[in-house]
T-cell receptor, first 116, second 118 residues
């Protein structure tokens, strides 16, 4: 069965520190997609990145970077030089192709608090 | 509007009452999903629409929950005889297409409806 595990429930850092959010997934699909979403206090999920299972290149977008490793079934997210505005709940998600729907399986989320 | 919209943003109801939650997806998006987020939890899938059809209803927790979509656009999630355990945020998402075997299109989420059952 598909599963996403975000072992870190809460992380607290001081502004300008680097922080890595872990995501480990389980799937039997050979083709799948992984996602990261940000949920700020307002509640609306904001899409951050989509990664295809065939593309293991790491990606960098400004202060954000993602490390995808199929060998360890991990898709970790690093924020460099964190800012207070990064405070939010971050969700990792896996697409579920077994039902031919593309529905997403979410992890439990990691709450990131960045203190000034 | 450019994004997914949902209404109402908040709903307080009494146990046993019926509620209807509305979702307006991004124009042109054929796939629509409903998820539920309980306090402090991740999102749980409820139902998937492709066009006006619902090929996957596997996440609906009981027969008190139903949903429909019309005009390949607006969707309504109905909860009958609400119970306190139905209290949660109900999130709607849409994507350009959601069929497996094709590019997994990104799901864009609405702001959610916070439902409180007293």
């Amino acid at each position: 069965a598909q599963k996403v595990t975000q072992a870190q429930t809460e992380i607290s850092v001081v502004e300008k520190e680097d922080v890595t959010l872990d995501c480990v997934y389980e799937t039997r699909d050979t083709t799948y997609y992984l996602f990261w979403y940000k949920q700020p206090p307002s509640g609306e999920l904001v899409f951050l990145i989509r990664r295809n299972s065939f593309d293991e290149q790491n990606e960098i977008s400004g202060r954000y970077s993602w490390n995808f490793q199929k060998s360890t079934s991990s898709f970790n997210f690093t924020i460099t030089a964190s800012q207070v505005v990064d405070s939010a709940v971050y969700f990792c998600a896996l697409s579920d192709y077994s039902g031919n729907t593309g529905k997403l399986i979410f992890g439990q989320g990691t709450t990131l608090q960045v203190k000034p | 509007g450019a994004g997914v919209s949902q209404s109402p943003s908040n709903k307080v109801t009494e146990k046993g009452k019926d509620v209807e939650l509305r979702c307006d997806p991004i124009s042109g998006h054929t796939a629509l999903y409903w998820y539920r987020q309980r306090l402090g939890q991740g999102l749980e899938f409820l139902i998937y629409f492709q066009g006006n059809s619902a090929p996957d209803k596997s996440g609906l927790p009981s027969d008190r929950f139903s949903a429909e979509r019309t005009g390949e656009s607006v969707s309504t999630l109905t909860i009958q005889r609400t119970q306190q355990e139905d209290s949660a945020v109900y999130l709607c998402a849409s994507s350009l297409k959601g069929l497996a075997g094709e590019d997994q299109e990104t799901q864009y989420f609405g702001p959610g409806t916070r439902l409180l059952v007293l």
